[in-house]
């Protein structure tokens, strides 16, 4: 695979990080403390270093918050602007009891009220965390019951759903609405909001103490409440500045929503730590949408996930042209394996490749990325953040030489580690092996120190004899001029113990048939091997997706054995 030489001369702007295999070197964490600010005695909190902190300075009448509303609406908030707002959220909080360590929690679209709710939340001490939008009663009943959230804030429209499982909820105190004054047991936020001061003693916590809980994305089982702690910043902001390479000027676009990791991480607290101005769009992704938005705003740095770059691939090039997309200058993607041929797209429609980093929600901030000046290897993740120490482990906790393919694993701690899993020690503990973490991901290191996934090991295919990472396959299959999307699982089979199958998803004017499968199976056998083809090729309208837009495979697996399909309260509706 051809490896894309970075060019720093040729940047706009000279990077943040100039040297990553120098600064790996030489890094500690405790070197870097004083980028984030700290209280007397060692304390601090998370919203005072993303908001109250900007605003002792110049920063104060930044924009921290473009707003781009689902009707065509916008707004523009300053770091002042978001002071105040969470200030005077806090004071509301209070106000209704809310103590350090309860849990609060936020049911919202992308609006404004979903990040002041956040940030008041996380000033009073108590734990934040957002659900998204698109849930289910099921979700919604899972999370809010298994935390036992003590404040739900939401809007008239959401609220509904709450409607029809409060009664099985008894911590569930009180229930606020954004957007009307609710019924006399509801609490009106306006309302509130207008009364409240704008002042607020803003709790200084230990860096242990817990900022934010969430959920995962359920993609391989049932969603993990994983809680993460103030202390969590550090290295949220200084990601955001060494991986994302935010600079002054910026005016970035995490397309995540806050109900995932990426969207409280990269969307709110790395962002704002470094004074940043963000764009948020409250609407589903529309090709002409997304492009017509980077280019109102200047948008320079975007940060998305592969399912959205398929789909504006998918959109084709030809759209891409109709708007002027000068402004991006530092492309980044996380949550799936990012496919070569999307990094080769990017170049060739924004003249610009994808930066592709890994990492979890249990891991709190990227560990595995792509810097600005460093070779990209298409396919490959990249080499591990510095403070960071990564390794290849076998099934007995034992580091594999290079080149061979095993666990995973990354040597704690680290400031964005879990602290918990909420109400379970046992998966917590889990999690753990002879002094490693183990990520749950498969994959293998270069001789140059890169890392390549090869996939979940749940999904990991063993076909006669050979492992095969489905990732691999997938990869090739999407290259193939017919695919969109593919998902490739181990079926079993007698003799083989089990046989790949793939399941894909057709571009606009392809039917299925049985020339066209014959012709995937010879395109796969040629590029890849002879014996990682799919045996079995199955034509689907689309593919299984959580609502952050991860393929389902094990629910792909399920179906096609007709077993218990599981836990699939985080799956997309169609
Ligand atoms: P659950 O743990 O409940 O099954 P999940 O693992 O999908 O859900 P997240 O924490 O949102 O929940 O996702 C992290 C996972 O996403 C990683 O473990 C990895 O499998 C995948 N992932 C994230 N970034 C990348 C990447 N750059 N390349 C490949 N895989 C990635
Ligand atoms: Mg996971």
Known sequence: MNEIIRKPNKFRVKPNMENYEETYKKFEWNNFYDEIEWFEGEKLNAAYNAIDRQTKTWRKDKVALYCEGSNGTSGEYSFLDLQNLSNKFANVLKEYGTQRGDRVFIFLPRILELYVSFLGIIKTGAIASNLFSAFGTNALEDRLRDSGARILVTNSELKKRVDEIKDKLPELKHVMIVDDEGTDEEIDYMGEMKKASRDFEIEQMHPGDPLFMLYTSGTTGKPKGIVHTHYAILQEHLTMKWVLDIQEDDIYWCT?????????????????????????????????????????????????????????????????????????????????????????????????????NWWQTETGGILIANYPTMSIKPGSMGKPFPGIRASIIDDDGNERPVGKEGNLAIKPPWPSMMKAVWRDAEKYRSYFKKGWYITGDMARMDDEGYFWFIGRAD????????????????????????????????????????????????????????????DIKQFIKKRLAGHAYPREIEFRESLPKTQSGKIMRRLLKAQDLGLPIGDTSTLEER
Not at 319 to 344: F, M, Q, T, W
Not at 465 to 479: A, D, N, Q, Y
């Open 256 to 356: 995540a929503d806050p109900g995932w990791v990426t969207g409280i991480a990269y969307g709110i607290l790395g962002p704002w730590s470094n004074g940043t101005s963000s764009v948020v769009y409250e609407g589903k992704f529309s090709p002409e949408k997304w492009y017509s938005l980077i280019e109102k705003r200047r948008v320079t740095v975007w940060y998305t996930a592969p399912t959205a770059i398929r789909m504006l691939m998918h959109a084709g090039e030809e759209v891409a042209k109709n708007y002027d997309l000068e402004s991006l200058r530092y492309l980044c993607s996380v949550g799936e394996p990012l496919n070569p041929e999307a990094i080769h797209w990017a170049l060739k429609v924004f003249g610009l490749p994808f930066h592709d």
């Open 459 to 518: 999904d990991i295919i063993k076909t006669a004899g050979e492992r095969i990472g489905p990732f691999e396959v997938e990869s090739v299959l999407v290259e193939h001029p017919a695919i969109v999307e593919a998902g490739v699982i181990g079926k079993p089979d007698l003799v083989r113990g089990e046989i790949i199958k793939a399941f894909v998803s057709l571009k606009k004017g392809y039917q299925p048939s049985t020339e066209l499968e014959d």
